[in-house]
């Protein structure tokens, strides 16, 4: 579960990943070792409790990040091995939920 409030969560069975090869130096394991993430959550089938309204908000909030078909895409590539890249993309996705929840 990826804690987001007290009363909110997401299912880890909600949330796809994929692994690819890093950009950038990395040393000799560059070429070798699938360190980036990428995050890939259906905001509109999911059934954590989020409020409809700020479901609403994640795309003119953050539209770079969502597709044409309503999904979240997040990925990093920031640290040179796979679960910090993991725990950089969830930790991306709580923010963009917490800051839906603000009201305008």
Do not use: H
């Amino acid at each position: 579960m990826l804690p987001i409030t007290d009363t909110i969560a997401i299912a880890d069975d909600e949330l796809e990943w994929s692994f690819a090869r890093s950009g950038g130096p990395g040393g000799q394991n560059v070429n070798k070792v699938a360190s980036k993430a990428v995050l890939r959550w259906k905001a509109a089938a999911t059934l954590a409790p989020i409020p409809a309204t700020a479901k609403a908000r994640m795309p003119g909030l953050f539209p770079s990040r969502f597709t044409t078909e309503g999904d979240v895409v997040i990925q990093s590539q920031k640290y040179r091995d796979q679960e910090r890249n993991k725990e950089d993309c969830l930790l991306k996705l709580a923010e963009m939920v917490r800051a839906a929840l603000v009201e305008p």
